[in-house]
Every structure is written in C-alpha cells, then in structure tokens.
C-alpha cells in the first residue's frame, strides 16, 4: 500500500495510506461516442497522474464515501475512497508537497497508525477499516 507524509501546512507531518487529492472544479464533457464522461473518475486520474507516478498498469475501484462533519475541514468536503490496484511495486511521489512516499505493507501500516504518537489523517483513520476488508484483512486485526 502506497502511504505518504505531506508537507502543507494544513496537513503537515500527518501520515495518509494512500493518496489523498482535492477537486474543486468538475466539468462534464462529452466523449466522441455522445456519451457524457466520468468527471470524478476523470479528476482522480488527472491528481493521480499530477501527483504520483505509477510505472504500469492499474485499476481503480470504488469502496465508499466520506463525509465527516466533526472537524471544520471534513464539514465542507466530501471524500470518495478508492482503491488503486496494481502489478508493479513501482510508485513513487510526484508532487513536491509529498514529503514521504513509499510502499509499505499492511501490517507496518496497522504498527504505525496505532502507535502513541501517530500523525494520521482524520480520513485516513476513518478509511482504515474499509481498506482493510478490500484487502482481505480482517477487521478490528
């Protein structure tokens, strides 16, 4: 699982398994065959591609959503959580306000997220559980 540290201010030094992108600005267009395109999927792609480079093949899944109304940030966003498959371990951090990113595995995930002193997102504590079922993992483990 790709897991990275960012280094902007509001979210500085907190840990984040996965890759988290903000979209403002949605546009639907049309594709060449009439049918109206995917503008999530689209904007995810796009951040994925500004911020992370992925040497191969992936896809990409949807588990859920996340909405989270205890803090002032989770109040005025909405969260889609995926899930990004893929067949080369070959990911590395493209943007320069990812401070850290790396590969790491499921457990090493679980170790970090629940010592004492971790540094981790809000959302990224509220998608642990969910992540983990996707994975195979059990819960609560």
Not at 63 to 78: E, P, Q
Request: charged content about 25%; glycine content about 6%; hydrophobic content about 45%.
């Amino acid at each position: 699982m790709f897991t990275s540290m960012r280094s902007v201010e509001r979210v500085e030094a907190r840990r984040a398994p996965g890759n988290a992108s903000r979209k403002s600005n949605c546009q639907i267009s049309a594709r060449s065959d009439g049918a109206a395109a995917n503008p999530i999927r689209a904007s995810l792609e796009r951040e994925l591609a500004e911020e992370i480079s992925i040497d191969g093949p992936f896809s990409l899944r949807v588990l859920g959503y996340i909405n989270d109304d205890a803090t002032d940030v989770g109040r005025v966003h909405f969260g889609i959580l995926y899930l990004a498959e893929i067949a080369v371990r070959a990911v590395v951090p493209r943007a320069p306000e990812i401070a850290h990113g790396s590969l790491r595995e499921l457990a090493e995930l679980e170790a970090i997220a629940r010592a004492p002193d971790a540094a981790v997102e809000d959302w990224s504590r509220i998608a642990w559980e969910p992540l983990k079922a996707a994975l195979g993992a059990p819960a609560g483990a």
